[in-house]
């Protein structure tokens, strides 16, 4: 079982930047796959960026230029930087991850942190 923890939400202004980050503990497999979507009110959910335990990102092109997603495998933590952050960035924002072994795919999520960004 993987728990996944996250932190570094809050409230900014627009143009201003937060860090979020997301911690794994339990059974972590060596190939997987982290990320982070994101959900407004009456919205559906939506991938915003997620990087491989290779080190391989990709983005949404909504934020494409203004997020940074990284990870530290010592730590097994993943990050999100949000620079530019435009109010249309406010979501509730969740860490996902997906485990990989043999022909079983195991996906977790974490209790999700509010960004709201004003005008």
């Known amino acids: 079982q993987v728990q996944l923890v996250e932190s570094g939400g809050g409230l900014v202004q627009a143009g201003g930047s937060l860090r979020l980050s997301c911690k794994a503990s339990g059974s972590i497999f060596s190939i997987n796959a982290m990320g982070w979507y994101r959900q407004a009110p009456g919205k559906q959910r939506e991938l915003v960026a997620r990087?491989?335990?290779?080190?391989?990102?990709n983005y949404a092109d909504s934020v494409k230029g203004r997020f940074l997603i990284t990870r530290d495998n010592t730590k097994n933590t993943v990050y999100l930087q949000m620079n530019s952050l435009k109010p249309e960035d406010t979501a509730v924002y969740y860490c996902?991850?997906?485990?990989?072994?043999?022909?079983?795919?195991?996906?977790?999520w974490g209790q999700g942190t509010q960004v709201t960004v004003s005008s």
């Open positions: 996902n991850r997906k485990d990989y072994s043999g022909s079983y795919v195991l996906e977790h």
């Open positions: 990087i491989t335990s290779s080190g391989s990102p």
